[in-house]
């Protein structure tokens, strides 16, 4: 029956055309193995969408391209269920007859339609299910065919698109870029490029290029799940990275093309992010501010102020709108200050002082104010901020400090810093009108016996009522002082003569002599004052106080309770002092200080006990120098305590050579009031010893004399407790000559007493020298202390001082200070005579 229906070769080129665009091979082969499977002249399947106008045809290679059921007629077939039955006419007039097997898959409906040439066709039940399989598998082809042409289509019309609309994305300026279904970037606009940084080649060879943008696993994940989501179209923030690291902050919308491709459209929203945070910062600073702040419009009125104006001011919002900042100035102020403002910021952009200001309720207060203009961004003033912190505190802190500063702790009167300042002003003064002052220098008399006999809490209220009586001498235009301990100043003006001095100064000294009621007991002090006068005397601050300071000093040689007037001569003394000092300084540098050494031996068996280091100046034109003529120069000086400090360090020094050559002596050094009350004197010494560890702490004595310890007897307790546990030894130097040696040996640490040598000169002749000496070994001895007499020139005194118990001494009648280089061949010299050999092998 298919050669009945063969065509022509033109014909047959139509029927292969029009299969090839249903399918092409697949399709014939499916419909002749359908013909074949009924019996059928042919084969063809049909199917019907909703939206055409005539079922699309899907035909065998000898079905007749012109035989095509109508809309009508396969709707038809459909309502009244003809299937499977050859009595079908198809397009009226033409012959033959056709019989329609059901197609139903899902939404998809269609025919498989057998021509025959007659009616008299009736299919086996095998028949039917293999057209039954059949007509599934065309329906099958048909949706896989249909399906990948609309693909193709919609791809073509999406490549047909972006291709058109890239030359527009590559000039938008927001980011746009397009990814396929599997993640890879099929776009990438210019604006992505400055953005994130990466070009469209880099992107685009990427294996994951979304790992670029968010490194973070689970961050990818969500973006990922983003691009599944039905509304992802809706813009949404999201926080890649740029190629420099960066977080950004974009909006993105994903758009879904016809063929799954994602068009991500975004708005680079950083800097707005950024711009809001700093608002929001700025906000808060405002609000919480703990400073007052205000904004002012350019015509100078209250805009804005923050919580904290309120409450510095305590005026609220609503009273300070619109009104010009100066209502809140002390009423003492003008409107000078803000006329001042107004022509400074014409010029400036800065202000910054400190006022004084009223608050709501009329209470002043200090604050410190700053003001700045704000501009636009074309340079245009836009407001003013204001900005003030109360400062009340702070000022009234600052009084009291100024106030602790410059007054005396206990006594409340102005200290050292506010007289100098005083007298400062009163030059000044004197300088302008030709007029005359006097500086007074006053130190009381007895004060210490006050304080040692009914103690410091005693002492202080005698210094209380003192500065108190001071007080009631001195007019307004005078000043006074307590510039430390018992010692005041006085500064008295408008003189005319010094004769007038005398007189105010005659008054002051009968009122401190005035007996005082102090612990139940009555006590009298009296003062030494010396005056120096400007400008007969000098015309500086410092030199009048200091001159003064030297005339007191002359005072208490002259027996106390006087007042002295500076003299010059006492200025040529003090300029002679001076240029001594600066020649030590200059020796010290030069190396012209050095130390001898004197021996110290055992009366009873003629041994070298110790060596005392005694300090000498090698003057190159005076020669070797004593202590005696050079070291009252350096008291009081910093020298003082560097030079002893050196003198303790070239003992140890020389002390390390000596035990390297097996010399073991203890070796004794003198120190000054100055060095020993320094307050680094206990660390500097503990440094020294332990940088030479050759020497044995046991082996120095540290000699001291008593004045260096009588004006503060407790703190020289301590220091020489001190040194006690460093290991040193203590001897009291000159013992007898200080009017109160026997109570002071009660509290110090001493080891050994040594004898002045004013009591060894006329031992031989002088009782009263012998009665001494016995009872200075007496008490030694009570009290377990060693004994030395110094001064020993003859061997007369030697054993006359062996009979008086006294056991160890020095002296020139033993040797002179040797240099340390001679120390070693005087040592042989004395072991080698007759006696002392003697006493050694005894």
């Not at 990427?206 to 689970?218: A, C, M, Q, W």
């Not at 001159?547 to 208490?556: E, I, L, R, S, V």
Request: glycine share 6%.
């Amino acid at each position: 029956m298919r050669r009945q229906y063969n065509q022509d070769d033109s014909l047959r080129t139509v029927v292969d055309i029009t299969a090839q665009d249903l399918g092409g091979y697949d399709w014939r082969q499916l419909c002749e193995r359908a013909a074949e499977c009924a019996n059928a002249e042919a084969a063809c399947f049909a199917f019907c969408q909703a939206s055409e106008t005539a079922p699309s045809l899907a035909m065998g290679r000898h079905w007749p391209i012109t035989i095509r059921p109508s809309l009508t007629e396969y709707r038809d077939i459909w309502q009244q269920e003809r299937f499977y039955q050859s009595v079908i006419k198809l397009s009226k007039g033409l012959a033959g007859y056709y019989l329609a097997v059901p197609i139903q898959r899902g939404a998809l409906s269609g025919l498989l339609l057998l021509k025959y040439a007659n009616s008299s066709q009736v299919l086996s039940g095998s028949q039917r299910q293999w057209l039954d399989i059949l007509a599934v598998q065309g329906a099958l082809l048909w949706g896989e065919r249909h399906g990948s042409l609309r693909q193709h289509r919609r791809e073509g019309a999406t490549r047909r698109l972006l291709s058109r609309l890239k030359v527009i994305f590559d000039h938008v300026p927001i980011p746009i870029n397009v990814f396929n279904t599997d993640g890879k970037c099929v776009l990438w606009n210019r604006e992505c490029e400055r953005i994130f940084g990466w070009s469209f080649e880099e992107v685009r060879q990427h294996p994951e290029p979304i790992s670029l943008f968010y490194p973070d696993p689970i961050e990818q994940q969500q973006v990922k799940m983003a691009f599944k989501e039905h509304s992802s179209s809706r813009f949404r923030e999201w926080h890649p990275s740029n190629r420099a690291g960066d977080k950004l902050t974009v909006l993105w919308a994903n758009i879904i093309l016809l063929n799954n491709d994602m068009l991500s459209v975004g708005h680079d929203i950083s800097k707005q992010k950024e711009m809001n945070r700093r608002q929001l910062l700025a906000a808060s600073v405002f609000e919480s501010s703990y400073n007052g702040i205000m904004i002012i419009d350019l015509d100078h009125n209250i805009t804005h102020i923050n919580p904290a104006y309120t409450r510095i001011t305590g005026y609220s919002l609503a009273e300070s709108v619109g009104r010009l900042p100066n209502f809140l100035q002390n009423n003492h102020l003008d409107d000078a200050l803000y006329q001042e403002l107004c022509q400074h910021f014409k010029e400036h952009e800065h202000w910054q002082g400190e006022l004084s200001a009223l608050r709501k309720n009329g209470e002043t207060y200090a604050l410190l104010l700053a003001i700045s203009k704000v501009k636009d961004e074309h340079n245009q003033p836009l407001n003013y901020v204001a900005i003030f912190s109360d400062i009340t505190y702070l000022k009234n802190h600052e009084a009291e400090l100024k106030h602790q500063a410059c007054h005396d702790v206990l006594t409340g009167v102005p200290n050292r810093l506010l007289f100098g300042e005083l007298l400062e002003q009163a030059i000044s003064a004197a300088e302008r009108h030709q007029g005359q002052l006097a500086v007074c220098y006053l130190d009381l008399d007895g004060f210490k016996l006050v304080n040692d006999n009914l103690g410091h809490a005693a002492g202080d209220k005698l210094l209380v009522e003192i500065s108190r009586r001071l007080g009631g001498v001195t007019r307004s235009c005078d000043a006074m002082a307590r510039l430390g301990g018992d010692e005041f100043a006085l500064l008295f003006t408008e003189l005319h003569s010094s004769l007038e001095c005398d007189e105010i100064l005659t008054r002051v000294q009968s009122i401190i002599h005035q007996p005082f009621e102090l612990e139940g007991q009555e006590v009298q002090v009296s003062a030494s004052i010396g005056v120096a006068l400007y400008p007969q005397d000098a015309n500086e601050a410092e030199l009048l106080l200091r001159y003064a300071d030297q005339a007191m000093y002359q005072a208490k040689r002259l027996g106390k309770h006087t007042h002295v007037f500076f003299d010059a001569k006492l200025h040529l003394q003090e300029q002679d002092r001076r240029l001594q000092l600066s020649r030590i300084k200059s020796a010290f540098q030069q190396g012209e200080l050095l130390l001898y050494y004197q021996p110290t031996i055992d009366l009873f068996n003629r041994q070298v006990i110790g060596l005392e280091a005694l300090l000498r100046w090698h003057d190159p034109k005076r020669g070797l120098l004593t202590p005696s003529e050079f070291l009252p120069a350096l008291v009081g000086t910093s020298l003082e305590f560097e030079l002893g400090m050196w003198v303790i360090e070239q003992v140890l020094s020389q002390m390390t050579i000596w035990s390297q050559q097996g010399l073991l002596f203890k070796v004794s050094f003198n120190v000054s009031r100055g060095q020993l009350m320094h307050g680094n004197f206990s660390h500097e010494l503990g440094r020294l010893l332990a940088k030479y560890p050759l020497v044995q702490p046991s082996l120095l004595e540290l000699e001291f004399q008593e004045c260096a310890v009588s004006a503060d007897i407790n703190a020289a307790v301590a220091v020489l407790q001190g040194c006690r546990q460093l290991g040193i030894c203590v001897s009291l130097d000159n013992f007898g000559t200080g009017y109160a040696s026997l109570s002071h040996l009660n509290q110090l640490p001493v080891t050994t007493l040594k004898i002045d040598r004013s009591f060894i000169t006329n031992l031989l002749s002088n009782a009263h020298d012998v009665s001494m000496v016995e009872s200075v070994v007496q008490l030694a001895s009570a009290l377990k202390m060693t004994v030395t007499a110094k001064g020993v020139e003859s061997v007369e005194q030697g054993t006359r001082l062996q009979q008086l118990g006294c056991r160890y001494v020095q002296g020139y009648g033993i040797s002179q200070p040797l240099p340390p280089e001679q120390v070693l061949d005087w040592l042989n010299q004395w072991n080698s005579q007759p006696e002392n050999a003697n006493h050694k092998k005894g």
